[in-house]
């Protein structure tokens, strides 16, 4: 169980038992864009890369799996999609939520899958490697171009089969932007969302796997997390029946596709390109590899707007309790009702939230308003009570097996 100390003032590090207002220190691993970081006021937080108390910890590719995570700190937050270098389960063991944020950086996502479309059906890639290998200084370079140009002729997307593995926020996008273009898409998504459903367009038909998108599709983007279901999604079996010239795409994480198999397939067939996003020893320079140095989420607009949405989400967290976008805890909103606010997590397993409202009940707690939650093996509480909460009590929570972190949030000051 987290040690979260006996109150907002120790907890969170500020001073407000000294008569101060409550501050939170947020240590800061990448640069972050300074539009996210303006989302945490001053006069309340501070930022910075050498915070000796970190409450809650900003992060974009920094590997955290080795690093010695402060017991300060109650949240982390990926200025991003993807938290493959952040240890989720250590943090859900100690009652952490890591944030990430999905969708802030679709649209650049988006905009590169049909650049890399592009580069492979117009040869674009080796008809650059030919230009650059030309020498300016022969006279007759423009002829030289003339007869080059025949080795590159592509072709154009209109007509061709998209095929999409993964329709979330990116997919959806993909597959609008697709149909914009005169191609047909065929999308397969096994556990598609609802406002996914929603926003995908009515002209994508369905498929039953990733093994019939990959079969009938003339071009394949992938955009799946990376989990033990989706590693080797494409693999030797299911390339292998891929159509006589089809275009694999990989934006989404480098271990969805089995490299191996890949290779294998644009050596004997039926691949005619892999564009990716993840290059490694064995893809650099390979005559049928587009691989491009991990620019998908690299816009001023989308680090932007990945850094307003995970800063928005921490403070919200540190200072309601409210988690939005959190990859280990469930989704829990509740208006503030009362000045005073208690949020608990704690293994999902039966008469713990019993326990909790006994506790509060025999301190004489009147309980105003409740939220409870779970997701997996976690279970997040917010309580809104009409009345200080002593820390007495708080440790009386605290010592109920299964809970994990205790968090006491008193209304903030208003600025």
Same mark, same amino acid.
């Given at each position: 169980?987290?040690?979260e ?11 407000a038992?000294?008569?101060g207002p409550l ?8 640069q972050?864009s ?5 989302r945490?006021p001053a006069?309340?937080y ?10 809650a910890?900003?992060v ?11 017991a300060?700190?109650?949240a ?5 999609a993807?938290?493959?270098n952040?240890p989720?389960d250590?943090?859900s063991?100690?009652g952490?939520p890591v944030?990430?944020?999905p969708?802030a950086n679709?649209?650049?996502v988006?905009?590169?899958?049909l650049?890399?479309m ?9 008809a ?10 022969l006279?007759?370079?423009d002829k ?17 089969? #998209?095929?999409?593995?993964?329709? &979330?926020? $990116?997919g959806?996008?993909?597959a609008d =932007? +697709?149909i914009?273009? %005169? ?8 556990h ?6 929603w926003?995908?367009p009515?002209?994508?038909r ?5 093994a019939?998108?990959l ?5 394949v983007t992938?955009?799946?997390p990376l989990?033990?279901a989706?590693?080797?999604l ?9 159509k006589?010239?089809?275009v694999? #795409?990989?934006?989404?994480?480098? &271990?969805? $596709? ?5 290779? =294998? +397939?644009l050596?004997? %067939?039926p691949?005619?390109?892999?564009v990716?996003d993840?290059?490694?020893?064995a ?5 049928k590899?587009?691989a491009?140095?991990?620019?998908g989420?690299?816009?001023?607009e989308?680090?932007e707007n ?12 540190l200072?309601?309790?409210?988690v ?9 909103e509740?208006?503030r009702?009362s ?6 997590a704690n293994?999902n ?8 409202s006994?506790a509060?009940?025999n301190?004489g707690l009147n309980?105003h308003n409740?939220?409870?939650k ?10 809104d009570?009409?009345?200080a909460v002593e ?6 929570i605290?010592?109920?097996a ?10 903030p000051?208003?600025p």
């Open positions: 169980m987290a040690d100390t006996l109150g907002p003032s120790r907890l969170e590090s500020g001073p038992a000294a008569g501050r939170y220190e947020v240590l800061v691993l990448n972050i300074p539009n996210g970081l303006k945490l006069d309340r501070t930022v910075g890369k050498d915070v000796p108390h970190p409450v910890v900003l974009r590719s920094a590997d955290m799996h080795a690093m010695d995570i402060p300060s700190v109650r982390i937050g990926r200025a991003g993807g938290t493959n952040i989720v250590a943090m063991a100690r952490v944030f990430n944020a969708g679709a649209n650049a988006k905009e590169l899958v650049a890399g592009l580069l492979a059906a117009r040869n674009l890639a080796p650059l490697r030919f230009v650059a290998a030309l020498d300016p200084t006279p007759d370079m030289a171009v003339e007869e080059g140009k025949k080795a590159f002729a592509g072709y154009e997307l209109a007509g061709q089969t #998209l095929g999409i593995v993964g329709l &979330g926020k $990116v959806c996008l993909v =932007a +697709a914009k273009l %005169g191609m047909d898409v065929l999308g397969f998504d096994p598609i969302t609802v406002d996914a459903a926003s995908l009515a002209q994508v369905r498929a039953a796997s990733a019939e998108v079969k009938h599709a003339d071009f992938l955009h799946v989990v033990a989706t590693r080797d494409v693999n030797a079996d299911n390339v292998a029946q891929m006589p010239g089809a694999l #795409l990989n934006f989404s994480r480098e &271990g969805v $596709v089995n490299e191996a198999a890949v290779l =294998a +397939a050596s004997a %067939g691949l005619a390109c892999y990716c993840f290059p490694s020893a893809l650099n320079r390979h005559g590899v587009i491009l140095p991990h620019l989420a690299s816009t001023r989308a680090e990945c850094a307003v949405m995970v800063a928005d989400q921490l403070r919200n967290y200072e309601h309790g409210v939005v976008n959190a990859v280990n805890f469930p989704h829990v509740m208006a009702e000045a005073y606010r208690v949020a608990i293994a397993v039966p008469n713990k939230l019993g326990q909790i006994t509060m009940a301190a309980i409740m939220v409870n779970s997701r997996g093996e976690m279970a997040y509480t917010l309580v009570v009409d009345s820390p007495a009590v708080l440790d009386n605290r010592a109920i299964g809970v994990l972190s205790v968090r006491y949030l008193p209304q000051e208003t």
